[in-house]
């Protein structure tokens, strides 16, 4: 019985691809013009009722159309959030819906291109969705699985993503690990080659922390106390003062709490505490953010900053927040952006060295580390890896695709 027509799925928290192998080589499929990546990202627009996505939905986002944008859509899998009701525009819809109308608008991209029906999916998975969470960990794949069942697939198997990245990872001598780091996790495979055929997987471990974790963090510490986190709001009935509450700034700072932010109870609230606050020009810049709904707009800019913090040559890196407030921006250095995420970092290595400990590998013994992931190419990642792996070459040529390369080429044999 020949094997199904299969499609090599790289479903990511930021950005996603598909592909197939094609003469024994992977083959990225062209999902936008001109692209065979697009963000993770939707944007339902109330006045054609559609739902737009990719980089027209980050567009409509920039140029200021009204509708509802959504990111980071994967990190709510395996959470009670997934399967709630909401109403948009009119439809009652799960977020489960919403997963699988991006799903299905891949597929509908690649059958297209290829003038193929694709009947199955081989989809990358971190090897933890929840790492503190066994029953949130085992519900997402669960729930990942109905997504792409909902968006028209017979069946779908999975694949840890380091595992498929090794894959596309040209073969060397010597030990090597892949640190995988994405929008939401860290993944980590230890790996020797056996001759030519595939290399042998030791082991593969993994954590709930990734690029989006790093812009919460930078946004926390740099971006909302200009909103007025850790500012005083006088109270009402004495002299004294209360700390403005966490949870409102919390949920800003992180990509996929943001569009359930936007009630009347959180107006409220910030519109009460701006008038009793002792910086009220902080809490309006607050009452702004909810009233316009610029959420989304705020972690762009610290994104943005972060990658240009990245940057040893760029002449001004900064987090611009214009957007808000004319004028408004705050310095994001090299040295500001490693400060900020030192911890973060340190547990990002930790588990590295947990991973060679589970296979009682000591990190000096590394031959290569393979960095995947657009969060791994962070200068202080890389440095962090070569000081605990001393003797490993760095490999990173290849980190933005080797996950989808690699899903492309597994994905032939995947149902075989």
């Known amino acids: 019985m020949p094997a199904p027509n299969t499609l090599g799925i790289d479903f990511g928290t930021s950005n996603s691809a598909v592909g197939i192998a094609v003469n024994g080589k992977p083959w990225l499929i062209e999902v936008e013009p001109g692209q065979t990546t697009l963000p993770t990202a939707v944007f339902f627009d109330p006045a054609s009722r559609s739902m737009r996505v990719g980089r027209r939905a980050t567009d409509a986002l920039i140029t200021g159309e009204e509708g509802r944008f959504m990111r980071a859509l994967k990190s709510l899998l395996g959470t009670p959030l997934l399967r709630e009701k909401r109403r948009i525009h009119g439809e009652e819809l799960t977020f489960v819906d919403i997963i699988a109308r991006f ?25 933890v969705f929840h790492s ?4 949130r960990n085992a519900q997402a794949e669960i729930d990942l699985k109905d997504c792409y069942l909902k968006a028209g697939f017979e069946d779908v198997r999975f694949l840890f993503e380091p595992e498929a990245a090794l894959r596309s990872t040209a073969p060397e001598p010597g030990l090597g690990l892949i ?46 106390p200009l909103l007025g986190r850790g500012s005083r709001i006088r109270n009402t009935f004495g002299a004294d003062s209360l700390p403005t509450p966490n949870r409102i700034y919390n949920d800003l700072a992180t990509w996929q709490m943001i569009p359930f932010l936007y009630t009347q109870e959180n107006r409220r609230l910030a519109r009460e505490m701006a ?26 800019a610290v994104e943005r900053g972060k990658i240009h913090a990245n940057q040893p040559d760029h002449p001004n890196p900064q987090i611009n927040l214009s957007i808000l407030e004319r004028g408004l921006s705050v310095p994001m250095r090299a040295a500001e952006l490693n400060k900020a995420l030192s911890a973060l970092v340190e547990e990002i290595l930790h588990h590295a060295a947990l991973t060679l400990e589970q296979v009682n590998l000591r990190p000096e013994t590394v031959d290569r580390i393979v960095l995947v992931g657009g969060s791994s190419l962070l200068g202080t990642i890389e440095a962090g890896m070569q000081q605990l792996c001393p003797n490993a070459r760095i490999h990173k040529s290849n980190a933005m695709t080797a996950v989808a390369d690699g899903l492309a080429l597994a994905a032939e044999t995947a149902f075989a």
Not at 191 to 212: A, C, D, K, N, Y
Request: glycine fraction near 8%.
């Open 179 to 224: 640190v995988d780091i994405g929008g939401g996790t860290s993944d980590y495979t230890v790996f020797r080659p056996v001759g030519t055929e595939t290399p042998q997987v030791l082991t593969s471990h993994g954590i709930r922390l990734g690029g989006t974790d790093f812009d919460r963090q930078l946004s926390l510490e740099y971006v909302m």
């Open 275 to 300: 008038q009793s606050a002792e910086e009220p020009e902080k809490l309006n810049r607050l009452v702004n953010v909810l009233e316009d709904m610029l959420g989304h707009d705020l972690a762009f």
């Open 132 to 135: 503190k969470d066994p029953a």
């Open 103 to 127: 799903l299905a608008h891949l597929k509908t991209q690649a059958e297209t291109a290829t003038h193929h029906r694709f009947t199955h999916a081989l989809s990358g998975r971190p090897v």
